[in-house]
């Protein structure tokens, strides 16, 4: 019997890379689909597939794992005696090619896979392997037909550690059935339901177009006194919680913090720092080389969309 997956050479993070990802549901989305991940909606998800928001850049974790990753796949070869092989390109399922995923690292011989990561996340702490990575590996598994996936981990404080998990065909169908769906709302831009975690990504998706108002039914008239009722009391417990933080600050003084049975409060003071006025810099430099201030601006200004702004006023639009 053939292999269920075809191999598509793209090195990670290049251009043609990011665009079969963007076509498709790589091995990391899969929890943002599930809705278990704790980095993305999947409504955040959907605006980037369809292209209303921009993918979210790399950040210092994303590249401190990059460069750890050779470290712990000699760890993990030395560990275990065997050897692995990297994966320069997209493995995709033939049975639904937008079914993709990246390996980290394959072992000669051996049917298994490997998933590394470097994490300082508590979540490590939790579980043995928290929930987004057990869908990371499951997705994988199922296109590539592996019967167990080792995550070879270095956690924070530099722990080295080796969970296996091991294939579930029922976690697989579920998440194939998700991933249809997902898929099919993608292609019709049909929007997921929206989470509070949501406002950013709706932001940037649904800039202004028309100086039009939309009108209130009734719901959204229960709602926005929701949202004042809400607001009032977030608003009181604020102040209690100042009014509170004040008391134990007053305590301090000039010590380093407070004490009691079982819990402890920090006031410290942070180191000094330097700061750089470039406002003033920039003028004293206008007046030294007007010239150079002038082609400097004109390279290092470009133009920012305004942000949305969120106001309830009560009245109506003419009071």
């Given amino acids: 019997m ?12 290049s251009p043609e890379w990011l ?13 943002a689909v599930m809705g278990v991940s704790p980095y993305k909606t999947p409504y955040g998800l959907w605006a980037e597939k ?3 928001v921009a993918p979210q850049k790399v950040g210092a974790a994303a590249n401190r ?12 070869e030395q560990e275990r005696g065997v050897k692995l092989r990297k994966s320069n390109g997209v493995v995709r399922l033939k049975t639904n090619p937008r079914f993709m995923a990246s390996l980290d690292r394959t072992i000669a011989g051996s049917p298994g896979i490997v998933e590394i990561k470097t994490s300082a996340s508590p979540r490590w702490s939790t579980w043995p392997v928290p929930p987004e990575v057990v869908l990371q590996t499951t997705w994988q598994m199922g296109i590539v037909g592996a019967p167990w996936c080792d995550v070879a981990a270095l956690l924070g ?3 080295f550690k080796v969970e296996r998990v091991e294939f579930d065909p029922a976690l697989w169908a579920t998440m194939q059935a998700a991933g249809e769906r997902f898929l099919e709302l993608v292609d019709t831009n049909t929007p997921p339901g929206l989470e509070a ?5 709706y932001a940037e998706a649904t800039p202004q177009a028309t100086e039009e108002f939309a009108v209130a039914d009734e719901a959204h008239e229960r709602v926005l006194r929701q949202y004042q009722e809400t607001s009032a009391e977030l608003h009181f417990l604020e102040q209690k919680r100042d009014a509170l933080e004040m008391v134990l600050k007053e305590a301090i003084a000039e010590k380093a913090g407070l004490t009691g049975e079982g819990w402890t409060v920090y006031w410290r003071q942070a180191r000094p720092s330097t700061v750089t006025d470039w406002r003033a810099l920039a003028e004293s430099l206008q007046g030294i080389a007007p010239d150079t201030y002038g082609e400097a601006l004109a390279r290092f ?3 920012r969309a305004g942000s949305r702004r969120f106001i309830v006023r009560d009245g109506g639009l003419n009071d």
């Fill in 19 to 31: 665009e079969l990802r963007r076509r498709g549901l790589g091995a990391s989305d899969m929890a």
């Fill in 157 to 159: 404080g530099l722990v």
């Fill in 301 to 303: 200004t470009k133009e």
């Fill in 197 to 201: 975690l949501d406002a950013m990504a």
């Fill in 2 to 13: 053939g292999k269920r997956y075809e191999f598509v050479k793209a090195t990670q993070r």
């Fill in 65 to 76: 794992g990059v460069l750890l990753e050779d470290a712990v796949g000699v760890w993990y």
């Fill in 50 to 52: 369809t292209g209303k």
